[in-house]
């Protein structure tokens, strides 16, 4: 009879189980067409869980959930991300010299969006923190920039990195054409209005100078950004079951948050491909994609894309 009830008890659990699936898996396909017939601007019911109020829950173990849930990898992730945004303009300040022989040391400016607990911000510094004036990061969640803080804190960074809550769809108006870069990494799923927060980027972006003394290069914005596979490979099927299945799992686990991590794979799922959201940056934010690049085999892991600001006509809804 004990072992008659415990087959009951695993067959009711695997039949709970298909069943949350199954939900999971309709509401996510509804969620995608609804992008595709309402275009990227947002991400309807997706953003209410993304906002900051859902990630001041998980803040107290959201580093930990990384490593994690990433094998160890997020921060070689987020590393790559960083000298893909940084390294042309880290080679021209090495490079350049101003009008009376001195190095361009300390004179750029990169902005961190969705900075999180500031792992790229204190990164960036760590690998280019020669070359950089200062590192700005900005999150819409309270308690991950609290956290933040005391990791730059203990860096003994406080003067180099400034951490501050905001929304990435209303940066400071004084921000215009202020920094030299930008990453944003694992945050464009959670805005709220996709293409307003992108073009705020846009405008906070250095723009080309029309002084021809100013060899800089072009500004750049760097997404980081976890998209399901959708490719043929074989092994896709098993990066997509652990997405589905075991990143709430290892959530509720550690956490004891089942339902923001959830939310974590429904948005990785109902984000678009990857060539509908690099001409989603070209029609709707005026953001040339100079490269795209995957950052596991078999695009089973992150995407990573590096776009540059092109002028604001080149953007259709930009022009209305």
Same mark, same amino acid.
């Given at each position: 009879?004990?072992?008659?009830? #415990? ?22 396909? $509804? ?65 350049? #010299? ?16 969705? #900075? ?74 959670? !805005? ?45 099927? =098993?990066?997509?079951? !652990? ?25 990785? $799922? ?6 509908? !959201? =690099? ?40 022009? #209305?």
């Amino acid at each position: 009879m004990a072992k008659m009830s #415990t087959q009951n008890d695993v067959a009711a659990a695997a039949l709970l189980a298909v069943v949350l699936y199954a939900w999971q898996d309709r509401r996510c396909r $509804r969620q995608r067409r609804q992008l595709q017939l309402g275009g990227q601007g947002g991400s309807g019911d997706l953003v209410c869980d993304g906002s900051g109020k859902m990630f001041d829950a998980v803040a107290p173990r959201y580093d930990l959930l990384n490593r994690i849930m990433s094998f160890g990898l997020d921060r070689q992730w987020r590393a790559e991300a960083i000298d893909a945004c940084l390294q042309p303009l880290v080679q021209w300040a090495g490079e350049a #010299t101003t009008s009376d022989g001195q190095s361009q040391q300390q004179r750029l400016e990169l902005l961190d969006v969705a #900075t999180g607990t500031a792992d790229v911000a204190l990164d960036a510094l760590h690998r280019h923190g020669r070359w950089l004036r200062a590192v700005v990061g900005v999150d819409a969640s309270e308690g991950m920039i609290a956290l933040a803080r005391q990791k730059v804190h203990r860096a003994a960074a406080d003067e180099r990195v400034q951490l501050q809550v905001g929304d990435a769809e209303s940066l400071p108006a004084e921000w215009s054409g202020r920094f030299d870069a930008c990453v944003i990494a694992f945050g464009v799923r959670n !805005f709220a209005h996709r293409a307003a927060a992108l073009r705020e980027i846009h405008r906070v972006l250095r723009k080309p100078s029309t002084d021809h003394s100013d060899t800089r290069p072009p500004s750049r914005l760097v997404i980081l950004e976890l998209i399901e596979p959708r490719t043929a490979h074989p092994l896709a099927p =098993v990066a997509r079951l !652990f997405l589905r299945a075991g990143v709430p799992l290892l959530g509720a686990l550690f956490s004891g948050r089942p339902r923001e991590y959830l939310y974590l794979q429904r948005s990785a $799922r109902a984000f678009p491909p990857v060539e509908s !959201f =690099v001409r989603f940056l070209s029609d709707e934010c005026a953001l040339h994609t100079l490269q795209v690049r995957h950052l596991s085999p078999f695009g089973l892991g992150p995407t990573l894309l590096v776009t540059t600001p092109a002028p604001l006509q080149d953007a259709k809804a930009m022009t #209305t």
